[in-house]
């Protein structure tokens, strides 16, 4: 296990890895937002949680596609199946890396980019928490949509249609979460509703995800 | 005689053409008789006016759009649990019909949304949750679309289709609470017996209800019946080793 | 030393793409053993050897002694081109939990290149160090499907002379190649049990036919 | 003949022209792929038949 966790995250940081490609995607969507709705502070700092939450939501799905369909297709998935390793583990594993290379870095971006936005000062610590505690949903559920579309030639695209339905609940309570923490309300309810939809999706997307991944070999 | 029998394709494909001709018949007879009952026959509604017209199309459409998702919900769990092939392909049959019902309930909506709300669209719990039903669809009939081989597609479809249901309710609970919505309660609260809509408006309705429902089920065998077809033709051909 | 049990076939029937290929196949496979399959090009033996590394369901039959017991190797090396040929070897061994990787080095004349990225290798030495992840795997029956291919004469023989050394150890191999590698090994045609074309086997395509 | 819809004639009219065409369409492809499958189905059952 930890092996295979400690092997994607060096792969990730090796050249050709992507790992930044995410954060790099965060920050073009953060500086653009202005641009395009134009510079009124006030305006910024209220569309800011819903922003920042949007933009590492689809720099989490931009390197989905690479989670699982390079390791079918040099026949590392083949060996994998093949090995001690229970493939559930294995899914949750990758699960793991993909979120230490890609939603981690953008939790900790998102208070940087909420300064650009104007994020009220009351918000800065419910977007991390919301964030925190969002993203490895986002990545447990995104590797789901991997293994659904693991054997299918350019299913990068099919891939985000399939995940950005499962992906709605996730940004609304996340979202919702740090918009109420910018208002100074209280983000209690949305922030336990997130925890509730993270953990019952760590525990069980992984055996959905192996599921697929066995039907799909096959 | 059990009722698995039916899940043998041949066996299938005759019962569906006993039954065709009057499934289509009844489902042509109660949505065109329903349909016009409804147009012509009815008042307008004293605060809507007649835009409450709309509900004849609106609520038949949206309730099979919902019923088609079950439906094919139960189809897929067959799949996986017996293997029977008509089963998951009457879920891919279901899935465009679906489609196209929860397409007509969001263009009506957004069309009588118009006049009573004064917009074409509002992010209202239900219509949002019609968008995002409208979004499974679409991933489903693209993944069934993009697998070449069609047990694997059966069986990666199914699990989306498992995965995708506790997903939309999920979604259904999360855009509740993030708008709580301009729109009207429901029409026909099936739950508690009672009814929202007067008596006038609530037969053609009913009517049209049961219409819609017979075309899906029309539709469905029909497409049911080609996708054993289009198999068999897969089958045969590939048996014959490439000579035919 | 490994465990010594019988890797069994029996009756086995196999599908590819929904359509039965092999029907019938049987065989057994003792410690110390290897069989080389043969037949033409799309009579079943990857298929076969897919089945038998649990990769793939079979339609029919039985096979005995194979769980956690197969170390698979296809066409595929499962190499990462950003990893070095060390890197590459202590991912494997770490996963089945093998403790050393010198030995397969030194069989595969890899030491030379232990610090290279593996996707700078040339395709010969790549498929050399796939081959040498089976001797990390420590698992006794190895499963190889074409395993000499882009391998040249001096390659062949340090593959023949690692199954040998396998099968001195009680390990047993199951081969699917067309060119001779000097073994002294049991042949197994699959040719012989092609599936007739209306088999009855339990095939997905079955139901419509 | 035609009801008074009043103001709101052009969505009425509108709803039921889209949902009439779009129902027409999903019927109209329903069949024109059932009756491609019906004939490539026949023309294999005949050449298989023939074969052998």
């Not at chain 3, 086995?12 to 929904?18: D, E, F, H, M, T």
Request: charged content about 15%; some cysteine; aromatic content about 8%.
């Amino acid at each position: 296990m930890k092996a295979l966790l400690v092997r994607d995250i060096k792969l990730a940081f090796r050249a050709g890895g992507g790992f930044g490609l995410g954060l790099a995607f965060f920050l073009i969507v953060t500086v653009l937002v202005p641009f395009s709705v134009g510079p009124q502070q006030a305006l910024l700092g209220s569309i800011a949680p819903g922003v920042l939450w949007l933009g590492a939501l689809l720099a989490c799905l931009l390197s989905l596609d690479r989670l699982l369909a390079l390791d079918f297709e040099d026949g590392t998935l083949d060996l994998l199946v093949t090995s001690p390793l229970p493939l559930e583990g294995a899914v949750s594993v990758k699960a793991l890396a993909h979120w230490i290379t890609t939603g981690l870095p953008l939790v900790l971006a998102a208070p940087v980019l909420g300064v650009l936005l104007n994020l009220p000062p009351a918000g800065f610590g419910w977007l991390v928490a919301s964030l925190a505690l969002g993203t490895p949903a986002l990545s447990v559920i995104g590797t789901f949509g991997a293994a659904l579309t693991v054997g299918i030639k350019r299913g990068g695209l099919l891939l985000s249609l399939l995940v950005l339905p499962l992906y709605v609940p996730t940004l609304i309570f996340g979202a919702e979460a740090a918009r109420r923490g910018a208002l100074g309300l209280d983000p209690a309810t949305p922030l336990l509703m997130l925890a509730g939809i993270t953990f019952a999706t760590v525990g069980l997307m992984p055996f959905a995800s192996a599921a697929v991944l066995r039907m799909g070999l096959r | 005689m059990s009722i698995w029998q039916y899940a043998n394709p041949v066996k299938f494909l005759s019962l569906s053409a006993k039954v065709q001709p009057v499934l289509w018949v009844a489902a042509g007879f109660c949505v065109v008789v329903g349909l016009i009952w409804g147009f012509f026959g009815t008042p307008d509604d004293f605060r809507q006016g007649s835009t409450v017209k709309i509900i004849y199309l609106h609520v038949p459409a949206a309730l099979m759009a919902i019923n088609a998702w079950f439906m094919m919900l139960i189809t897929s769990l067959i799949w996986l649990v017996r293997r029977h092939h008509v089963s998951v392909l009457a879920a891919k049959a279901a899935a465009p019909v679906g489609m196209v019902m929860t397409v007509i309930a969001l263009v009506t909506g957004a069309i009588w949304g118009q006049p009573m709300w004064g917009t074409w669209w509002a992010w209202d719990p239900r219509l949002t949750s019609f968008l995002i039903l409208f979004l499974f669809y679409l991933g489903y009939i693209a993944l069934w679309e993009a697998i070449e081989d069609p047990d694997t597609a059966a069986d990666l479809t199914s699990v989306l289709c498992l995965v995708g249901s506790v997903f939309a309710v999920l979604s259904r609970y999360a855009v509740q609470f993030w708008n709580q919505g301009l729109h009207q309660g429901t029409s026909v609260p099936v739950a508690t017996g009672g009814r929202t809509v007067s008596d006038v408006f609530f037969y053609p309705l009913v009517m049209c209800m049961v219409g819609f429902g017979l075309l899906f089920l029309a539709l469905v065998l029909y497409r049911t019946g080609t996708e054993i077809r289009l198999r068999r033709t897969a089958a045969l051909r590939a048996r014959a080793g490439g000579n035919v | 030393m490994f465990d010594p049990h019988i890797l069994s076939v029996s009756d086995l029937s196999v599908a590819r793409g929904g359509l039965p290929v092999l029907a019938g196949v049987g065989f057994d496979l003792v410690p110390g053993q290897a069989l080389i399959l043969r037949g033409p090009n799309g009579s079943g033996k990857t298929t076969l050897l897919r089945t038998i590394a649990g990769l793939q369901l079979p339609l029919q039959g039985a096979i005995s002694g194979a769980d956690d017991r197969i170390a698979y190797a296809a066409h595929a090396d499962g190499l990462k081109s950003m990893l070095s040929v060390t890197e590459n070897l202590l991912f494997w061994a770490e996963i089945f939990g093998y403790p050393q990787i010198d030995p397969a080095l030194d069989a595969y004349a890899l030491r030379p290149l232990a610090t290279r990225l593996a996707g700078t290798l040339s395709a010969g030495q790549k498929r050399r160090l796939g081959l040498a992840r089976l001797m990390i795997t420590g698992r006794p029956v190895w499963v190889l499907d074409e395993p000499t291919v882009s391998l040249d004469s001096s390659a062949v023989a340090m593959f023949a002379d690692a199954v040998r050394a396998h099968l001195a150890r009680g390990g047993s191999a199951l081969i699917a190649t067309h060119i001779d590698l000097g073994l002294d090994a049991d042949v197994f045609d699959v040719s012989a049990f092609r599936a007739q074309t209306n088999a009855r086997l339990g095939a997905s395509d079955e139901a419509f036919l | 003949m035609t009801p008074d819809l009043g103001k709101y004639a052009v969505e009425v009219l509108s709803a039921y022209a889209a949902s009439v065409v779009l129902l027409v369409a999903l019927i109209a492809v329903t069949l024109r792929r059932g009756r491609i499958a019906r004939a490539a189905l026949k023309e294999v059952e005949r050449e298989v038949k023939s074969d052998g």
